[in-house]
């Protein structure tokens, strides 16, 4: 039996050549599988001093926590893209949306967020809620550079490319097709794209690859691309419980 590392790409997920694709089912994490990812990501942390999360996509503008620092940082060795199909927030079954990732290679500028250490426990449980319903993303500790020099060790959320819904190189049309059509529980792909590119470049760090797709794949609203509604504002593919404040990122 061939045991697949969770970074290795099936050459199926590549060059996916129409819309929407055929993911299958998706399964939640148990409760059980939550905690024993929580518990094993967390299990280098002291508790005593505060934590680093950093933000590359929607945690940009609606991190949904309560933070006692944010700043700009990159962190090599990893890169933005949209590799992850979402079914929920930013799309349906039927018609996928997309959401961000880290994927191998490159580097990624973001926001660095610190999470004091007293009570910051049930803030990352709600996080892990949000990020890791469905297990698509892998929790890791990455090397940080922050933008006044310090550096960190930095929570992130790496894309597994073991997963069916990692998306592989999608062509411009696929991602047009996204655009014109896929709109989830929070609002539409091309809303979240918008958004996280106006963040980056507000925040100083614009992302030129992100920009340039976005000006390619944009065309105008279809009837299909309803506006997102009030309640939530990010794109993570969760499933998330009714009680949940925050959204999925």
Known sequence: MTVRHPDSAPPSTHDRPSYP??????????D??????????????DRATDLWLFGYGSLIWNP???TAEAIRSRVHGYHRGLYLWSRVNRGTPEQPGLVLALDRGGSCSGIAFRLA???AQPHLEALWRREMALGSYRPAWLPCVLADGRRVDALAFVMRRDVPSYTGKLSDDVVRAVFDCACGRYGTTL???SRTV?????????????????????REATPAARQPDAR??????????????????
């Open 32 to 45: 059980d599988e939550l905690r024993a990812s929580i518990d094993d990501t967390l299990a280098r942390w």
């Open 117 to 119: 250490a007293e009570g």
């Open 191 to 193: 809303d979240y794209v």
């Open 232 to 249: 939530g504002t990010t794109g993570g593919e969760t499933i998330e419980p009714a009680h949940k404040t925050g959204t999925g990122r």
């Open 64 to 66: 949904g926590l309560p």
């Open 21 to 30: 694709p055929a993911l299958g089912e998706s399964r939640l994490l148990s």
């Open 198 to 218: 106006d963040a980056l470049r507000n925040s100083g760090m614009p992302d030129r690859s992100l920009e340039a797709l976005l000006a390619r794949c944009k």
